[in-house]
Nanobody
Framework: QVQLVQSGGGLVRTGDSLRLSCTAT????????VAWFRQAPGKEREFLAGINTQGKLSAFFADSVYGRFTIFRRNDLNTVYLEMLTLYPEDTAVYYC??????????????????WGQGTQVTVSS
């Protein structure tokens, strides 16, 4: 069973960039499909970006963040990253990483994911 530990986040200004990390312990992270979600107050959890298991076509994105967010994996660090460029106040939310044990390709629903990180707050000031 894998455990996901998140780091990064915090308070930034409009236009800033930020990188979030999701480090797996217990299993190689490249054997899971890993995705990032966020949840703003009063809103549903929103899919942002995902990366498939090693050997499959890699990344997939929500239209709302395509071109502004990117996702990549460092197998040597057992970590998946979410790189966020040009942040806006509407990006303020708690951000979560999640892993799909079945290794499905491109799942975008939170119900498809089995393991979750602890969440990290991102606040973008205007």
């Amino acid at each position: 069973q894998v455990q996901l530990v998140q780091s990064g986040g915090g308070l930034v200004r409009t236009g800033d960039s930020l990188r979030l990390s999701c480090t797996a312990t217990g299993r190689p992270i490249n054997t899971y499909t890993v995705a990032w979600f966020r949840q703003a107050p009063g809103k549903e959890r929103e899919f942002l970006a995902g990366i498939n298991t090693q050997g499959k076509l890699s990344a997939f994105f929500a239209d709302s963040v395509y071109g502004r967010f990117t996702i990549f994996r460092r197998n040597d660090l057992n970590t998946v990253y979410l790189e966020m460029l040009t942040l806006y106040p509407e990006d303020t939310a708690v951000y979560y990483c999640a892993a799909d044990e079945s290794g499905g390709s491109g799942p975008r629903s939170d119900v498809d994911y089995d393991f979750w990180g602890q969440g990290t707050q991102v606040t973008v000031s205007s």
